[in-house]
């Protein structure tokens, strides 16, 4: 008799409950926009955070209130974006992709000599020792992966010689690298640019070439055989005009340092030294 | 009713036998979701929630099966009505309080689950709680998980940046320190209001 007091009983309460729960759900069924899962299902769903909002969720649901712009999402692809916008009913210029870019090859043919870091393997945490981490050079890598512990899309990585360096086809451009890499050494490139200077040195020529064997010192010889005029020497080194360059790899040829590489020509962004 | 006694129970849930620390309940929850401070004030407080919530609703369940002598079903009947009452209130929360809602987020489905709940039901009928008693200790045994899981997570915080031997890294470390605090927590095992 027991039993079947147990059974019953549970058996209302479940009933019950279910009952209150279904009733429930109607009236406090809350109308969620039907854009709001398509705009969800065209993100990548990583929550890298690149756009500032909290995850993939975050970033859909201000894209619908019209809080950002169908595009508020760094990683997103051209057709992503533009089935985003196709959602929200607006029109979006193609844009061109980009992908982070370190400013910094040297690692272990960096000087060393002066500094000696024992730590934790981060860079942040170097950073806020004496000395500021085991480069003698205050503009480069320090190769503690940082940036590759930010990285959702396994794009960066510390290469042979001790130096952060992107995976271009895997990048997505969030930018995640450049917010936690304390030297700032990350920057952005467009992905269908060549020609790289990858260096951040912006010491006096005779100090970044006793810094480095792959530092730009700022010679101008690049500058100055530049046929489209795309490159120039600010504070003792080159910066690249995307928008004029052309790939012709004069600079390649005439950089002393063998530093300025056209990466597609090598296959990936290592020096040719 | 002697408000004495409410205090008594309330110093008890927090302090002297605090759910996580004393009575090693809801550690899931608590090495779960401690990594961060401001994620577990968020549990925390939906913690406090639905054990006040839980404790009130279970009150009148078990005085049923007291009635029917079927009181080996409790563990049962607690469980199936703390679901019931979490998805209740999170469907509510989404569309009376959507700021709170948002404030609590996945936490609330977590806490379904979580065995301090089902703690603070079973004790509430093992020392003979009535009404009110049964909700002073589910709100007070809740701030006790708010103030565990607010001290670890601000420990861990700073342990993420120390550095222990290899094997200790990670949950090792966070355990061995959880152990620490709960021998802290053995202090105020002496504590008593001298009325």
């Known amino acids: ?56 969720a975050g970033c859909a649901a201000a894209i619908l209130a019209k809080k950002a712009p169908v595009n508020a999402c ?73 940036c590759v512990r930010a990285c959702k899309f396994d794009a960066i990585h510390i290469n042979e010689y001790g130096a952060a360096i992107v995976d271009q086809n895997k990048c997505t451009h969030c930018m995640q690298c450049a917010k936690a890499c304390p030297r700032g050494v990350i920057t952005d490139v467009p992905y269908a640019s060549d020609i790289m200077v990858p260096c951040g040195n912006r010491d006096k020529g005779p100090a970044a070439k006793s810094l480095c064997t792959v530092s ?13 005029g795309a490159i120039t020497v600010t504070d003792n080194h080159a910066a690249i005009d995307y928008t004029k360059c052309t790939s012709c790899g004069f600079c390649v040829e005439k950089c002393p340092r063998k530093l300025i590489r056209d990466i597609h020509a090598t296959g990936k962004v290592e020096p040719v030294a | 009713m ?7 129970i309330a110093l008890g849930a927090v302090l002297i036998n605090n759910f996580i620390l004393v009575q090693f309940l809801g550690i899931c929850p608590f090495m779960g979701v401690s990594k961060k401070m401001d994620t577990s004030i968020g549990m925390g407080f939906a913690v406090i929630f639905v054990m006040g919530l839980a ?99 601000s420990i861990r915080e700073r342990l993420e940046f120390s550095d222990p031997p290899k094997a200790f890294k990670g949950f090792p470390i966070a355990l061995v320190t959880a152990g620490l605090m709960a021998l802290c927590f053995m202090g105020f095992s002496g504590l008593k209001i001298p009325w």
């Open chain 1, 74 to 146: 760094p990683s997103c692809s051209g057709l992503q974006t533009s089935r985003i916008a196709a959602v929200m009913g607006v029109e979006v210029k193609a844009q061109e992709r980009r992908v982070a870019f370190v400013r910094c090859s040297g690692g272990s043919r960096a000087s060393h000599k002066f500094r000696k870091y024992v730590g934790i393997d981060d860079c942040v945490a170097a950073m806020k020792v004496a000395g500021n981490g085991p480069l003698d050079c205050a503009y480069g890598c320090l190769g503690l992966g940082t």
């Open chain 2, 2 to 8: 002697d408000w004495r006694i409410l205090l008594d």
């Open chain 1, 216 to 228: 730009c010192i700022g010679c101008r010889l690049c500058e100055k055989n530049c046929p489209a």
């Open chain 2, 55 to 153: 404790s009130a609703l279970c009150y009148p369940v078990s005085l049923l099966l007291d009635a029917l002598e079927l009181q080996y079903m409790r563990t049962v009947a607690f469980i199936l009505v703390i679901a019931a009452l979490v998805q209740l209130v999170e469907m509510f929360l989404k569309k009376a309080v959507p700021t709170l809602y948002e404030a609590l987020g996945v936490y609330l489905p977590l806490i379904t689950t979580n065995c301090a709940v089902l703690g603070v039901v079973l004790l509430n009928v093992q020392n003979d709680y009535n009404f009110i008693e049964s909700v002073v200790y589910g709100v007070t045994g809740g701030i006790g998980f708010l103030l565990a899981i607010v001290l670890f997570s």
């Open chain 1, 1 to 56: 008799m027991n039993i079947f007091y147990a059974v019953l009983i549970l058996g209302i309460l479940g009933g019950v409950f279910g009952l209150v729960l279904a009733i429930a759900s109607k009236v406090f069924a809350v109308k969620s926009d039907p854009k709001l899962a398509l705009i969800l299902d065209c993100l990548p769903g990583a929550n890298c955070g690149g756009c500032g909002y909290p995850g993939c």
